[in-house]
C-alpha cells in the first residue's frame, strides 16, 4: 500500500489577514489584527456553530489553551454553513452557549475562510509568532498534534528571541442573569413540573407547572463527571421506573436521575469521546460514547441519538449493554436497512407507537425508524429533507418541503410530528396522512425541543431562555417560501481524470499506526452519485483516482478520511495513539482547464 504521508518541511507561507463583516467579539470591543499577535503562536480554529465535529474542536482545544496561556492565542473564526449562522446575534449566542474563552471573528461571508483556503469545518491553522503558516488540520483529533507543534515553536522562537510571552486579547463578556441559559430539551415530569436541561450552565432546572418558577437545580454548574456534576447535558427522556435518562453531551455520558432523591447515576460511556476502531457494542460503562444528543424510550430500549458519530444507538437498562441499532459513522442522508443507513448528526427523538422520529439536524431532514416488515431489525425512511446542503423554508408536500437545522421533534396525538424548526425559528409539522408540511408558528428563537401539555405545545426557546406556551392552532400560518444551498466557493476541476490526495503528516515523534493492519483509511461518494464514473467507496490509501464522468458539469464530492498515528520510541511498551478524521463536501465544477489534482489537508501542509 502507498501512503501519501507528506513530510515536507516547513513552506515559508505568510499568513493573510484576519477580516470579517460582523466583527469581533470577546475583545472588548477591539479589532485584532496578525500584527496585534505578532510575538504568539497564533492558532485559527475555522467553525460554525451547528458542527458537532466543531464542538468537539472547542472541548480538544481547552487544555491547550489553559497549559499554553501565555505563548497561544486561539482565535475563532466563526465560518456559517446556515443562513442562521451568519447572524450577528446567533454568533453572540453561540459563543456563550458553548462557553469559547478566547476571540472570535464573525466571518459571514467567508472572507477569512477563502483566504485561507479552508475546505471543511472544522479547521486548524498554525501560525508562528513571526506571521508564517506552519501547519493546517482538518477534522478532529488533532489536539495532540497541535500542542507537539507548539512546544517545538516556543524553544524554536525562544531561542531566536521572537517569542513575546504575555497575557491574551482575550476579554469575557459581562454575565447575563437569567433562570436559564440556553436550554436544550425538556421533559414533564408526572407531578406535573418540568425537568429542563439548562445546558450552558451544566445543570437540570425543574420549573413549576407554569414552566417558569425555579423548583430546584440539579448539579454544581460547573463541568464535570462526579456525582452531582455535568458537562453541557441536553437529551432528557422519562423512564418506566419514574427515573430520568440524561444525555450529558460532552461528558460522552448517559445519566440517571431519581427525581425523588435527586441522586445521579453514570450508566453509559466512560467519559472519553469514542474514536474510530473502539468497540461498538458490550457494557454499557465501558464503551465509550460521542455527543449523546438526545433520548427516548422505545421498543424497551432506551434509544440515543449519537450526533457525534451520525448513528443511533441504545441502552438496555436489563442487560446492562450498549450497541449501535443504525447508522455507519458516515455523514448523509441513505435510507434503508438500519446496519447501511447514513444520518449526519442526529439530535433529536420521539417515540410514537411503531415509529421513532428523527431529527437529523445536519440534513434539515425529519426522518423515522421502524421495524422491518420481515421482523428483522429496523429500517431508516425519510420523511422531509434531501442532503446537506439544502435548507429552507418551504411549506407542502413533503418531497419540496425545507427545514434549516430542526433539533427536535415532537409525537402529536394524531400520528403527525411536530418539529424544532430550530434555524427557521419555527414550529413546524408533518402530517404522514396527508404527506404535507404546515408552519405552525414562528418569530420563536431557536427552538430546541417541545413536550405535549394538554393540547398545548411547550417549547424550549433555547436562545430567549425559557419555556414558552403555544396552543396548537386550527390552522396553519402561511409563510413566504425560501429556499438556500450551502454557500461555498466551487473547485474547477477538469474533465475525466482527477488524482485525490488527502495530505497527512504525522506530528512530531510519531508514525503511522500499522500493528493492526492499515492505520489509514479513505472514504469516496457523490452528489448526484453518477458524478463518479469510477472511484467510489472505502479504501484503505489517502489517494485515489478518481474518473468524472461525461456530460456532467457539477456536484459534490464527499471524502472521508481517517488516519491513525503512534508515538515512535523503541522503549515505549505501550505507545499512546491519535485518530485524526475529517469529512469533506467539496463543491465541484467541471471545465476544461481546470485541476487534475484536488489536495485535502487532514494535517500538514500541502507541498503541491
Known amino acids: 500500500m502507498t501512503l501519501n504521508v507528506h513530510m515536507a518541511s516547513r513552506a515559508r507561507v505568510r499568513a493573510p489577514e484576519l477580516t470579517g463583516k460582523g466583527g469581533w467579539l470577546n475583545t472588548g470591543n477591539k479589532d485584532l489584527t496578525l500584527s496585534d499577535l505578532r510575538g504568539r503562536i497564533v492558532v485559527l480554529d475555522f467553525w460554525t456553530f451547528c458542527c458537532v465535529n466543531c464542538l468537539h474542536v472547542l472541548d480538544e482545544l481547552r487544555e491547550l489553551e489553559e497549559r499554553h496561556r501565555d505563548t497561544v492565542v486561539i482565535i475563532g473564526v466563526h465560518s456559517p454553513k446556515f443562513v442562521h449562522e451568519a447572524e450577528h446575534q446567533a454568533v453572540v449566542d453561540a459563543v456563550e452557549r458553548y462557553g469559547v474563552e478566547h476571540p472570535v471573528l464573525d466571518d459571514p461571508e467567508l472572507t477569512t475562510w477563502k483566504q485561507y483556503a479552508v475546505r471543511a469545518w472544522p479547521t486548524l491553522v498554525v501560525i508562528d509568532p513571526e506571521g508564517y503558516v506552519v501547519a493546517q488540520h482538518a477534522g478532529e483529533g488533532h489536539a495532540h498534534a497541535i500542542e507537539k507543534l507548539v512546544e517545538e515553536l516556543e524553544a524554536e522562537h525562544e531561542a531566536k528571541g521572537t517569542l513575546h510571552r504575555g497575557d491574551g486579547p482575550y476579554v469575557p463578556p459581562e454575565p447575563v442573569a ?16 418540568f425537568l429542563v436541561s439548562d445546558t450552558t450552565r451544566h445543570q437540570l432546572v425543574e420549573l413549576a407547572a407554569d414552566g417558569e418558577q425555579v423548583l430546584r437545580r440539579i448539579g454544581t454548574g460547573e463541568r464535570g463527571l462526579t456525582a452531582d456534576s455535568f458537562n453541557e447535558p441536553q437529551g432528557l427522556a422519562l423512564l418506566p421506573d419514574g427515573k430520568v435518562a440524561v444525555a450529558d453531551t460532552v461528558n460522552h455520558a448517559i445519566r440517571v436521575l431519581d427525581p425523588d432523591s435527586g441522586t445521579l447515576e453514570t450508566v453509559a460511556g466512560t467519559g472519553k469521546q469514542w474514536w474510530q476502531g473502539s468497540p461498538t457494542s458490550g457494557p454499557a460503562r465501558e464503551v465509550d460514547l460521542s455527543s449523546p444528543w438526545d433520548l427516548a424510550w422505545w421498543q424497551d430500549r432506551l434509544w440515543i441519538a449519537m450526533a457525534g458519530v451520525h448513528q443511533l444507538w441504545t441502552y438496555d437498562p436489563a442487560a446492562g449493554t450498549v450497541e449501535v441499532a443504525a447508522g455507519t459513522t458516515n455523514e448523509g442522508l441513505v435510507d434503508g436497512p438500519a446496519a447501511e443507513a447514513w444520518f449526519a448528526q442526529p439530535s433529536g427523538l420521539a417515540a410514537a407507537g411503531d415509529r421513532l422520529w428523527i431529527a437529523d439536524s445536519e440534513t434539515s431532514a425529519v426522518r423515522w425508524v421502524e421495524p422491518a416488515e420481515a421482523g428483522d431489525g429496523y429500517v431508516i425512511r425519510t420523511a422531509v429533507g434531501t442532503g446537506l446542503f439544502d435548507f429552507g423554508h418551504r411549506d407542502g408536500a413533503a418531497g419540496q418541503a425545507l427545514l434549516q437545522h430542526p433539533l427536535g421533534v415532537t409525537a402529536l396525538p394524531d400520528g403527525s410530528v411536530a418539529i424544532a424548526d430550530t434555524y427557521n425559528h419555527a414550529l413546524r409539522r408533518f402530517d404522514p396522512a396527508s404527506g404535507e408540511v404546515t408552519t405552525l408558528a414562528k418569530d420563536l428563537r431557536e427552538p430546541s425541543d417541545a413536550v405535549l401539555v394538554d393540547g398545548d405545545l411547550v417549547v424550549v426557546e433555547s436562545a430567549r431562555h425559557r419555556l414558552t406556551r403555544l396552543r396548537l392552532p386550527e390552522e396553519a400560518i402561511r409563510v413566504e417560501s425560501v429556499a438556500h444551498r450551502t454557500q461555498r466557493a466551487a473547485t474547477e476541476v477538469a474533465p475525466g481524470a482527477l488524482r485525490l490526495e488527502v495530505v497527512f503528516q ?3 515523534g510519531q508514525k503511522l499506526d500499522t500493528r493492526y493492519g492499515p492505520s489509514t483509511r479513505l472514504l469516496v461518494s457523490a452528489t448526484p452519485p453518477e458524478l463518479l464514473a469510477d472511484g467510489a467507496g472505502a479504501g484503505t490509501d489517502l489517494t485515489r483516482d478518481l474518473v468524472l464522468a461525461d456530460g456532467m458539469t457539477e456536484g459534490v464530492l464527499h471524502v472521508s478520511a481517517m488516519a491513525a498515528s503512534c508515538d515512535d520510541a523503541p522503549d515505549i511498551e505501550y ?32 507541498a503541491e
Open 178 to 193: 437569567t433562570d436559564l441559559r440556553f436550554p436544550g430539551k425538556a421533559v414533564r415530569l408526572p407531578g406535573g413540573s
Open 506 to 508: 504525522a506530528p512530531a
Open 575 to 606: 505507545p499512546a495513539c491519535h485518530v485524526h478524521q475529517q469529512d469533506w463536501g467539496v463543491p465541484v465544477e467541471i471545465a476544461e482547464g481546470g485541476v487534475a489534482r484536488l489536495g485535502l489537508v487532514l494535517a500538514g501542509l500541502d
